[in-house]
């Protein structure tokens, strides 16, 4: 019997999409040889997706559809298509035709060479907008300078997981995911390939700006708590040189009789007030990750799907 393989594909609002993209992978495993199934995760579409997912499901054999009870985010989606599929492999990809299904069969081969992770780098493009490309590269500098794991700029959640890699972030209980660092987390033997993305099809991104730095926060803090340090050395450093200052007072209270100061007591008192409300702050996203943790409420609700 051939393998199966399992394409994981989180959809919200992307109702014009889905049935291209089934299509799309539909015509690319007519000419491997394996099975295939593809599970669409409906993240808690606001429009018709869910219908058409059924539709899809009703006519054709190997379509499987997951639908939250909400919105619960493109991380939690992955999640649930992990959680639930079957396949030898599974191979994430986004609803909107932008991660290329033409690259699946170089993903499968790649498997066969004997790697269990095989993920894909976006190489620099310019059709995607200036302050995504370069809020993006900035985000890999600093997470790769603060954390013990190196992640390729450009990484996308396309990717192709043997199994035994989908047993182990399965197993993650983890409530804020980051997929892109938990698979290098995971270890095992990774390769990385190239490609470049294509337009999204229609519909418009879900990812805000806010949303991107809410995600890149998330990430930082998943994966290294360095950020935590950085206070204590920064104070370590200040009271340091506020030593030398007290030298220069009494010399000048002696001396040179009225201090004047206005100018730079102002100025110290903004400076540490912010930068003890970003430490605070710092603390504080910490704090918050064990408060949600500590909740161990579910990644993401199922309200309905086809699959046992
Ligand atoms: N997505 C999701 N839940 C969300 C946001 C996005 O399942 O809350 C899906 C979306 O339907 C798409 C994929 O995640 O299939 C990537 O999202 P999008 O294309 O909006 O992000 P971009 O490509 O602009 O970074
Ligand atoms: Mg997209």
Redesign the pocket.
Known sequence: MNKLVSIV??????RDNVQLLAKAVHNIFENLPYRYNIIF?D?GSADDTLDILKELSASHSNMRYVSFSR?F??QA?LKAGLDMAEGDCVISM???M?HPPELIPLLLEKWEAGYNVVYTVRKEDSALPYVKRKTSSAFYSILNGLSDIEIEKGTADFRLLDKTVVGVLRNLHEYELFFRGLVKWAGFKQIAIEYTPAQ?NAGV???TYKKMVRFALQGFTSFSNRPLYAATYIGFTFALLSLLYIPYVIFSFLFEHPISGWASIIVTIAFFGGLQLLILGIIGIYIGKLFTQSKQRPVYIVKESNLS
């Open positions: 594909v989180p959809v919200y609002n992307e995760v993240d919105n985010g493109h989606a986004d609803g909107d932008q999204r991104s879900k990812y």
